[in-house]
């Protein structure tokens, strides 16, 4: 059964940033099938996917034009775990942040991505 | 981007009632429609990919349906444990957007 573990501290100041930790177990940050992800919930911005990380014979990533400027999402492969750098954060960066694993099927020679384990969510607050 | 819209925002329902839910895409997204149930203080639950299969787990009084713009969620006899909120998300073009979600509680 795949478990993903988040670790970080739930205050940042203003302009600080913010790092956030996910880790594995059951499954490998190395996975072919999987994209292991960061996604954020706020009243404000609802369900928001800020970036993926995956492992395909070389690592890849991608993230939202919101945040692009400001985000690092790092696999760990010695510890099995994966991490979210948010930079220059401000208040608009509260909510519930979640680590989770996206898998990727083919299905009649169509890929589908969708999100099947997450973690147990981090609160934080961007706050002086 | 690809906007997701749904509707209702929130519906009342009784144990038992057929309940529908609709999620619109702003662009035709062919079947790269997921759905997702969440419940507050817990995590996103997946329920549906690919716009009507059927997640490992999850009980069979929910199905999806639907191609292209619009698709639909059911569940066919609303349980005690159902009262929730509930996500589409499409996956077919980056960012992966998700609708705002609909609430179904007890009437």
């Known amino acids: 059964q795949v478990q993903l573990q988040q670790s970080g501290p739930g205050l940042v100041k203003p302009s600080q940033t913010l790092s956030l930790t996910c880790a594995i177990s059951g499954d490998s940050v190395s996975s072919n099938s999987a994209a292991w992800t960061w996604i954020r919930q706020s009243p404000s911005r609802g369900l928001e996917l800020l970036g993926r990380?995956?492992?395909?014979?070389?690592?890849?990533?991608d993230y939202a034009e919101s945040v692009k400027s400001r985000i690092t999402i790092n696999p760990d492969t010695p510890k099995n775990q994966f991490s979210l750098q948010l930079n220059s954060v401000t208040p608009e960066d509260t909510a519930v942040y979640y680590c989770?694993?996206?898998?990727?099927?083919?299905?009649?020679?169509?890929?589908?991505?969708?999100?099947?384990?997450w973690g147990q969510g981090t609160t934080v607050t961007v706050s002086s | 981007d690809i906007q997701m819209t749904q509707s209702p925002s929130s519906l009342s329902a009784s144990v038992g009632d057929r309940v529908t839910i609709t999620c619109r895409a702003s662009q035709s997204i062919g079947s790269w429609l997921n759905w997702y149930q969440k419940k507050p203080g817990k995590a996103p639950n997946l329920l549906i990919y690919a716009a009507s299969s059927l997640q490992s787990g999850v009980p069979p009084r929910f199905s999806g349906s639907g191609s292209g713009t619009d698709f639909t969620l059911t569940i066919s006899s609303l349980q005690p444990e159902d009262f929730a909120s509930y996500y589409c998300q499409q996956s077919y073009s980056i960012p992966f957007t998700f609708g705002p979600g609909t609430t179904v509680d007890i009437k």
């Open positions: 989770a694993r996206g898998q990727v099927i083919v299905v009649a020679g169509s890929s589908y991505y969708y999100v099947d384990v």
């Open positions: 990380t995956w492992y395909r014979s070389k690592w890849y990533s």
